[in-house]
């Protein structure tokens, strides 16, 4: 990987104790389990456990990967095309790198566009472009300001002082940090009962936010307010995302370690790693790689460049648990290899399986729509897109950023940008993060289960898709059965029904499923696997269809039917794998696809 090493704390002597493990030979002798398994590029064939902890990228075509490269190619245009002015009469942001992997190989790492651009904003709130002169491109190796990523670092630094026996997830933070039992006589919640757990998991009751910057003095009263913060709800009856958790959980690393933050996470997961790019405070050496942010009038910082973005953190002088990470795609990519690998990449291992598996698992089960580990955010299709699942984990940053690791795919995608260059004000940038997302699973293949070919939905917003099966005219009862793949979120769900008058009126046809009985729409996102379906079709019926109606925003994978086969008793009706068995039926927004 290209760069140099540049996080500004001097050298340390790693603690014994403290220092990451070598990967034994014998840990895992199995190899990679896409190239065993033939999951190579496949959606389809979702893989339990981690790869191998060998597993090491290296460059690849995506057609080597087993990944069809339109959708990759297409992504790629999305997010270039995202660099021109867009409806508000700006880019959405000036520049981007995109970096997809898949099963150990790096098939795609692009830039775009413009790391540095303009010296400020007008009364207008539109930007003054820099000199041609002072404007500097991006590049694959431009170092980002990740923003709330950094959450990532800060969480695998607990994790790994759990694995050292110096925390308990389930103690009392103030075990650790005596001040925070503390708050004031007006709130109603006490905090001394307040885990490491709900720290990580944001369901400590904490506020989203405080202005501590603004509000107190220097760092010592910045970090106290922070630690001694009021509850906002009780603690473990809401999901609530606070930066506030992370700084706590930071200055508790740092307390049970003895060691600040910065180092931590430099010993700790970037040396070992040899995340060359990566630490807090970037040196002035590599300022001319690093992606310019934000034009600030408040705090009057002028143009921010080589420095954190986020207020508190900065107020911290760069380092705090939930900001100030910096680094580029080719360094997240090995985090995210480190992740599907059980925690190791290269020979060295920074956490144990059992600790990953940990981070990973659903920990708010009460709080559905906000899935979350202990420090990563799971299955969010908002910014996941139809790479969303149980087993997908990542986060996000508020500068642009975003890390997509599936670990059921074996894949990842690495979006970041500098979206808030110069105006935090431009818009959000999860239109470009869920086409990155999706166009990576769309990449990976959903095979037909019986021929060639199956009849494919489609991904596209905003519409309902039919597929007619006209029914020879018969007064006897019979039997359909088909294979289906669904993946689709609970919006957009996928309906059979029968008619007996020629198409003019629709009854609902209740189905089986495998052991379940399907008697009305029907979605599953992230199942990921091909399913035995069969119905009873009334006599009399003249046509079944399948409808699938999809709404104004986000997708997943997408729906594929495949063997559809209807009998009268022993007499074949209707077998759409015969060579004229298909000429039939009616496909609207249906198309028979391959993969």
Known sequence: MPGRRWLTAGLATILLLAAPTTVRADRDASGDHHDRGGSLGRFDRPQDGFASPRTRLRDSSPRRAGLDPAPLDAAWRTIEGYTRPQAGGHPLYPGAVLTYGHAGRVVLNRATGWSRLYAAVDADGNGVELPASERIETRTDTIYDLASVSKLFTSIVVMQQVEAGRVDLDAPVARYLPEFAQHSTASPYEKRGVTVRQLLTHTSGFPAFLPLWRDHPDPAARLRAAITADLTAA????????????????????????????????????????????????????????????????????????????????????VAGHAGIFSSAQDLSILAQTMINGGAYEGRRILEPATVQQMISNETPEFPDDAHGLGFELDQRWYMGALASARTAGHTGYTGTSLVIDLASRSFAILLTNRVHPSRSWGSVNPARVAAAQDMAEALAVRPQVARTAWFSGTANARTATLTVPMPVTSRVGRMSWRQFVDAESTDPLLLQSSADGGQTWSTLPYRLGAEMVTGPYAVSGLRRWQSASATIPAGSTAVRWTYTQDAALSGRGIYLDGILVRDGRRVLVDTERPTGSDSIQAVGWTSATR
């Not at 603690?235 to 060691?259: F, H, M, P, W």
């Not at 040899?274 to 992606?291: C, H, I, Q, W």
Request: proline share 4%; hydrophobic share 35%; net charge negative.
């Open 235 to 318: 603690a473990g009856t809401r999901y609530l995302y606070s930066d506030l958790n992370l700084i706590a959980l930071g200055e508790l690393a740092s307390r049970v370690s003895g060691q600040t933050l910065d180092r931590l996470v430099a010993e700790r997961i970037t040396e070992p790693l040899r995340m060359r790019d990566t630490g807090y405070n970037p040196s002035l050496r590599v300022r001319e790689r690093v992606a310019a942010t934000e034009y600030q009038a408040v705090p009057d910082r002028g143009l921010v460049w080589g420095e954190v973005h986020d207020e508190n953190a900065w107020s911290f002088g760069g």
